[in-house]
């Protein structure tokens, strides 16, 4: 049976479709694997064991419809469920089955507060695609698969390189992320030295939190690769970290994390820390929250409680247990 699975984007949602690529593989004998992306997200694939081929979405459409019909498929399997995929399942006429989005009760539950969409992980919506061919949850957490043989010695100063704590700073969007007060404030009640981690655009923050406290936080922001990121990660003694991919490929590794989240909420999107066995998601009750699905560039009403008012006794005593 040769399958083709379908996810385009994002960094988190790609994540967790790895453990539906993993079941599909190994319970269903003699099965080819073959997975569709867009070539930003091609790292999160590569290595991975539990696929055949990796397709990469070209400028065309009709190039890519071009490559599936040529690999003659039995199923594909549309994780995405968007225009494309319609599309793509469409022209070449394959079997499928599609993800439920249940994109009206996400507005809804978004516009009026309401809780209509079940804490169900998305792992486990992803799932009930596959259903249908036998396949279930296996219970193991996302896979992830470092790329190269990095060592601490050559990413850390010598006091970090051992039973340090990952604050994953970074965040696409304004109100995922944490003040940089707030972050120093919880920097400075942990018992463990720092490792701060993300991108450039994170890179001034770290400078001034580091700044702010002196050697035990270390400003990795901008200076490693996504790859060396992850392996840190791997590496950390626990994380603390924010809507945001980096925290959710810390999941595979199986690391004490504080999830800590601000203007989204983890239910709504079904992306809580999955298959970990210690785990605090971080967050506060108000009537403005969720704010918006994926986070916006401004707190709506100006006052960004959900970040400002985060209590960090819990945050704290997680970390340092």
């Not at 967790?16 to 992306?37: D, M, N, S, W």
């Not at 696929?51 to 190039?63: E, R």
């Not at 406290?213 to 950390?236: H, M, P, Q, W």
Request: charged share 20%; proline share 6%; with cysteine.
């Amino acid at each position: 049976m040769k399958i083709l699975v379908i996810r385009f984007s994002s960094m988190g949602d790609i994540i967790y479709t790895t453990p539906v690529v993993r079941c599909l593989k190994k319970q269903i004998p003699g099965a080819e694997i073959h997975f569709l992306t867009k070539p930003a997200f091609q790292y999160i694939y590569d290595s991975n064991p539990y696929v055949d081929k990796l397709l990469l979405l070209k400028p065309a459409l009709s190039a890519t419809i071009d490559e599936i019909k040529a690999e003659r498929y039995d199923y594909i399997i549309d994780l995405h469920n968007n225009l494309r995929t319609a599309i793509i399942k469409l022209r070449t006429g394959i079997r499928s089955s599609t993800y439920k989005k249940q994109p009206v009760k996400k507005w809804l539950s978004l516009k009026f507060k309401l809780k209509l969409i079940p804490p169900t992980h998305l792992v486990d919506r992803y799932l009930k695609a596959v259903k249908f061919l036998g396949v279930v949850n296996d219970g193991q957490p996302i896979d992830y698969y470092i790329k190269a043989n990095h060592q601490l010695n050559n990413l850390l100063p010598a006091a970090h390189r051992a039973g340090y704590v990952a604050f994953v700073i970074g965040a696409t969007h304004f109100t995922k992320r944490m003040p940089n007060d707030k972050i120093i404030s919880i920097c400075r009640q942990l018992n463990n030295p720092v490792v701060l981690l993300g991108g450039n655009d994170v890179k001034a923050n770290g400078d001034i939190i580091a700044g702010e406290i002196g050697t035990k936080v270390y400003n990795a922001c901008g200076i490693t690769s996504l790859d060396e990121s992850v392996f840190l990660v791997s590496e950390a003694k626990s994380i603390i970290g924010f809507d945001t991919g980096l925290t959710h490929i810390a999941e595979a590794f199986n690391r004490p994390i504080v999830s800590v989240w601000g203007g989204t909420v983890p239910d709504l999107l079904g992306v809580q820390p999955y298959m970990v066995k210690d785990v605090l998601v971080a967050g506060i009750e108000l009537s403005c929250r969720p704010c918006s699905k994926f986070g916006l560039e401004k707190c709506p009403l100006g006052h960004f409680k959900c970040m400002n008012d985060m209590p960090e006794d819990g945050i704290v005593q997680f970390t340092n247990k």
